[in-house]
């Protein structure tokens, strides 16, 4: 079918609502550049024009301006997912300064990228923070933030890293970690004291912001399909919400591909199931 067809031709009103995204994808990056110029695109507009445009129609205009999640999430789950894959350094340096124009923190940043420690590794955590370390130059001085929040509440990693681990991941939890007791019972010990003693406990983020960060990280790595499903659980058992979830999700497709979004829309549709499943024998019971 050629491009002068009935099936492709423009319909009335196409351009109009193709001008209302373009708008409202402008106001959204306004709000993470802080900057009425958004002279970022420019480069990319020089060589790839639509390209310069579908990133504000589509990567502002539709997804970013989505209900659902705050600017402040936003950024969180996009550096958090920036900060895993490790191939984007421009990019991820760019939405670590969005994340400070729409709010968060110098210290829930550096708090996110120790975060990623958990999930793609020291190498990606410590790249992550020295971007963080060149935006952070760049915006010149700040008012110390406290950012070592080693928790001291008496008891030793293991007996704090546990209740947490219950906390966020329920009875599954513990289970995983019984799970390598006869082949890596070590592993399962680092769990328990480094993931929720050392890294859960500390200050720096909530539990909520932390399990958004985890979904991200795992939805966007693409390998970690059964973390992804406990992580989307615990995201649920510490206050998010469906829509939150569904939110995250389809602004990944952006950031790491609408494959890693549809695979993550995937498991949270078991686990919206699963979860319905059981409210539903619950009532049944009562």
């Known amino acids: ?32 550049t802080g900057s009425e110029h958004n002279a970022v695109l420019d480069p990319v507009a020089e060589i790839a024009p639509d390209l310069a445009r579908f990133t504000v129609e589509f990567g ?20 958090a997912a920036l900060a895993a894959l490790g ?34 590794g020291f190498p990606a955590a410590l790249n992550a923070l020295a971007a963080a370390r060149e935006v952070f130059a760049a915006r010149g001085a700040e008012e110390a933030e406290q950012t070592a929040s080693e ?9 704090r890293g546990l209740d947490l681990l219950r906390a ?4 599954a939890g513990p289970h995983v970690v019984d799970s390598l007791a006869d082949i890596a019972p070590d592993l399962g010990r680092y769990l328990v004291e480094y993931v ?12 909520h912001t932390r399990e958004l960060a985890s979904v991200a990280m795992c939805t ?22 469906r829509e939150e979830i569904v939110a995250l999700l389809t602004q990944l497709a952006g950031y790491a591909g609408f494959p890693a979004a549809l695979n993550g829309v995937a498991a949270a549709r078991e686990i919206f199931a699963e979860r319905d499943a059981a409210d539903a024998a619950d009532t049944a019971g009562e």
Not at 10 to 30: C, E, I, K, N, V
Not at 61 to 77: A, C
């Open 196 to 207: 929720f003693g050392d890294v859960y406990a500390r200050t720096g983020l909530d539990l």
């Open 60 to 79: 502002y205009g539709d997804i970013w301006s989505q209900p659902g999640l705050t600017p402040r999430q936003r950024q969180i789950g996009t550096v």
């Open 220 to 241: 966007a790595l693409g390998t970690a399909g059964p973390q992804l499903r406990v992580h989307l659980r615990a995201f649920l058992n510490v206050g998010g919400t």
């Open 87 to 120: 191939n984007a350094a421009p990019q991820l340096r760019f939405h670590i300064a969005g994340a400070l124009n729409v709010g968060c923190t110098r210290r829930e940043i550096v708090e996110t990228f120790i975060h990623t420690t958990v999930y793609a």
């Open 151 to 159: 928790p001291e509440d008496g008891r030793d990693r293991y007996a």
């Open 1 to 32: 079918m050629t491009h002068g067809t009935a099936a492709h031709a423009p319909r009335p009103g196409d351009r109009d609502r193709d001008d209302d995204r373009y708008a409202r994808g402008l106001a959204a990056l306004r709000l993470v």
């Open 168 to 171: 966020v991941d329920g009875p």
